[in-house]
Nanobody, 125 residues
Framework: QVQLVESGGGLVQAGGSLTLSCATS????????RGWFRQAPGKEREFVSYVSWSGGSTSYADSVKGRFTISRDNAKNTVFLQMNSLKPEDTAVYYC??????????????????WGQGTQVTVSS
């Protein structure tokens, strides 16, 4: 059974940085695209970023472009989200997810088959 486990969340001041990690167990997901989503209280889960199975293609939400960087280490079955210049509006629970290769709608929740349990990121002003 596939398990995705996020780590690295926490409390940080505005302007600070955090790096989230998503470790995978159960099977290798090297042929899967990997995404990060977030959900703030009272809001729907929203797309943050994805990386293709090869790492050659990435995409970001406009709200995080230029501040966040997604990467993956297929040898370690791990995906990362480097978050810089954090803002209070980045506060949310962050989820990592995995989608089978070939799906084209990777900016949507529906594309992803596997999800982690989430990690809280809180940015204070």
């Amino acid at each position: 059974q596939v398990q995705l486990v996020e780590s690295g969340g926490g409390l940080v001041q505005a302007g600070g940085s955090l790096t989230l990690s998503c470790a995978t167990s159960g099977r290798t997901l090297s042929m899967y695209a990997r995404g990060w989503f977030r959900q703030a209280p009272g809001k729907e889960r929203e797309f943050v970023s994805y990386v293709s199975w090869s790492g050659g293609s990435t995409s970001y939400a406009d709200s995080v472009k230029g501040r966040f960087t997604i990467s993956r280490d297929n040898a370690k079955n791990t995906v990362f989200l480097q978050m810089n210049s954090l803002k209070p509006e980045d506060t949310a629970v962050y989820y990592c997810a995995a989608a089978p290769g070939g799906r084209s709608y990777l900016r949507t929740v529906a594309a992803y088959d596997y999800w982690g349990q989430g990690t809280q990121v809180t940015v204070s002003s």
